[in-house]
């Protein structure tokens, strides 16, 4: 049983937030501490370098944010490490195997992967319920088994469970291609008359992207994690063009 953890976390519109504080409150209640520290904010270096590490993001256009990948290789080296990873995500991904390539890199024991499907947040159609209750029972059972599997100290494993494409991820990780693409498809707007000028996306957005002026101002940086939309109290965000999109945070929230 490890007695103290780091980790690491991004969440946009809540998946991977909902279910990494299921895996927290597991560690916790069997005695180990656990600290918590949102990606964004950059790692911390500390005296004790061997406390164990679980990083956990969401899978975004087969791989993930540019920012999270930027934070994973900057991580520092080590000499065996303990890490594990709890990845959320729909229905595909292609991070699995480069993560762990560049973690062993680095110097790290990729100790185990969990992938979690969840709830899509980004809804094209009305949302079904019950199929969604059903993936977030899942979701939480799987959690909790791997949450069990850490705070025994065990090897999982590295294995890659749900296929996606790697080549996608690629483009994803080393070129702007797949983020342009996203940025002319979905590029996110204020309903001006909606909005109440609260800041909270402007405080939320991991890369800095929206400013306040005279109305609510998104840049050319998006990376698609939805948290602004999402956690609107207005519901003033919106895919240009496509407001028959809707963003929705965690149903488990």
């Given at each position: 049983m490890?007695?103290?953890m780091?980790?690491?976390y991004f969440?946009?519109?809540g998946?991977t937030k ?7 409150q597991?560690?916790e209640e069997k005695g ?8 964004e ?6 005296k ?6 679980i ?10 944010s540019?920012?999270i990948w930027?934070?994973?290789?900057r991580?520092?080296r080590?000499?065996g490490?303990r890490v ?16 762990g ?16 499907s ?9 949302a079904d ?6 993936r977030?029972?899942k979701?939480i059972e799987?959690a909790?088994?791997f949450a069990d599997i ?5 090897n ?13 991820s690629f483009l ?13 498809l979905l ?6 008359e909606?909005?109440k000028?609260c800041?909270l ?6 890369v ?5 002026a ?11 994690c939805m ?9 003033a965000i919106f895919?240009k063009g496509k407001?028959?999109?809707?963003i929705?945070?965690?149903?488990g929230?």
């Amino acid at each position: 049983m490890y007695k103290e953890m780091d980790v690491y976390y991004f969440s946009g519109t809540g998946n991977t937030k909902f279910i990494m504080d299921k895996v927290v409150q597991t560690l916790e209640e069997k005695g180990a501490r656990i600290n918590s520290y949102p990606i964004e904010k950059g790692y911390i270096e500390k005296k004790d370098k061997d406390i164990p590490l679980i990083l956990a993001f969401p899978v975004n256009s087969q791989s993930i944010s540019p920012f999270i990948w930027k934070f994973l290789k900057r991580l520092p080296r080590t000499g065996g490490k303990r890490v594990y990873a709890l990845v959320t995500l729909n229905d595909s991904s292609g991070i699995i195997k480069p993560l762990g390539k560049l973690l062993e890199n680095k110097g790290y024991d990729p100790a185990g992967v969990c992938e979690i499907s969840l709830p899509n947040n980004m809804l094209v159609k009305p949302a079904d319920e019950s199929q969604d209750s059903e993936r977030l029972v899942k979701g939480i059972e799987k959690a909790l088994k791997f949450a069990d599997i850490i705070a025994e100290g065990k090897n999982a494993g590295w294995i890659q469970e749900y296929k996606g494409s790697g080549f996608v991820s690629f483009l994803s990780r080393y070129t702007g291609l797949t983020w342009f693409s996203m940025r002319a498809l979905l590029k996110l707007k204020t309903d001006n008359e909606l909005c109440k000028h609260c800041g909270l996306c402007v405080k939320q957005c991991p890369v800095g992207n929206i400013r306040e002026a005279d109305y609510m101002r998104h840049g050319n940086r998006c990376e698609f994690c939805m948290r602004c939309a999402a956690n609107c109290p207005e519901k003033a965000i919106f895919i240009k063009g496509k407001k028959s999109i809707s963003i929705r945070k965690s149903i488990g929230l």
